[in-house]
């Protein structure tokens, strides 16, 4: 599978005119840092030291709060996601029946282990719990969409309606 290569959002100065906005848009109003990390995972995709960073300069606080919030909060990303999220359930059900095998596909058509993202930052492999549907096993969801009684023969055609 041909693997574009695409710029990381950090290298992009016009993402931080954006998050430049953001800042003033919101500086001085109470309550406003995770707000416009919100906006700046909007920007960026993700929350690299070098946007809390900007952030931190921007409003004048430590970086080390914001940092703080960063990591306590699931929401925020420290690391870039993909476009997608593929989350491949490996409970119990799923996989006595054949999660593995589907997972290997996966793996061998993306090029990337569990709990990463594609180069292109089009896919982010996870692994789920029972996701409660184990009577379709084995099961994965890509963003809200469930395929259910897959075989690894199905991946190659399911990951192409994301590409
Ligand atoms: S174990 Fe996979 S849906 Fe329940």
């Not at 490996?90 to 709990?115: F, H, N, P, W």
């Not at 994965?140 to 023969?153: E, F, K, Q």
């Amino acid at each position: 599978m041909a693997v574009k290569v695409v710029r990381d959002p950090v290298d992009i100065p016009e993402n931080f005119d954006k998050l430049q906005q953001v800042i003033d848009e919101y500086k001085g109003k109470p309550g406003s840092l995770i707000p416009i990390m919100q906006k700046a995972q909007d920007i960026f995709g993700y929350l690299p030291l070098k946007v809390q960073q900007y952030i931190a300069d921007g409003l004048n606080v430590p970086l080390q709060n914001i940092y703080g919030i960063s990591t306590f909060y699931s929401q925020f990303n420290l690391e870039p996601k993909g476009k997608h999220s593929i989350g491949l359930c490996m409970g119990t059900a799923c996989y006595v029946r054949g999660a593995q095998l589907v997972l290997d596909k996966i793996q061998e058509q993306l090029g990337i282990s569990m709990g990463e993202t594609t180069e292109d930052k089009m896919f982010t492999l996870v692994a789920t719990r029972c996701l409660g549907c184990c009577g379709l096993a084995p099961v994965m969801m890509i963003d809200d969409n469930v395929y259910g009684r897959l075989t690894p023969d199905q991946i190659p055609e399911i990951l192409k309606k994301y590409q």
